[in-house]
């Protein structure tokens, strides 16, 4: 397989669970933070928002950083 595959699919892999496992992460923490640290604006929809706005972009940029990193990685090998 060329670099140039590897690194779609590794990419695509990432990100796909950076944002399954951390979406449901950061709203564990935000649950956490309602039930024990006393933060009352926290409650479902918010926690939602929040998980969307970070774990988007970061599977984005975790994504497109692997794939770079493999598709550097494959050339070197080539």
Do not use: N
Not at 37 to 51: N, Q, S
């Amino acid at each position: 397989m060329k670099p140039i595959g590897w690194s779609i699919l590794s990419g695509c892999g990432c990100a796909t669970l950076t944002v399954i496992v951390g979406g449901p992460l950061i709203v564990l923490v935000c649950w956490l933070l309602y039930e024990y640290g006393d933060v009352r604006e926290l409650t479902e929809e918010p926690a939602m928002a929040i998980a969307v706005l970070i774990s988007l972009p970061a599977g984005i940029i975790v994504g497109f950083l692997t794939g770079s990193l493999v598709y550097w990685w494959r050339q070197k090998r080539a």
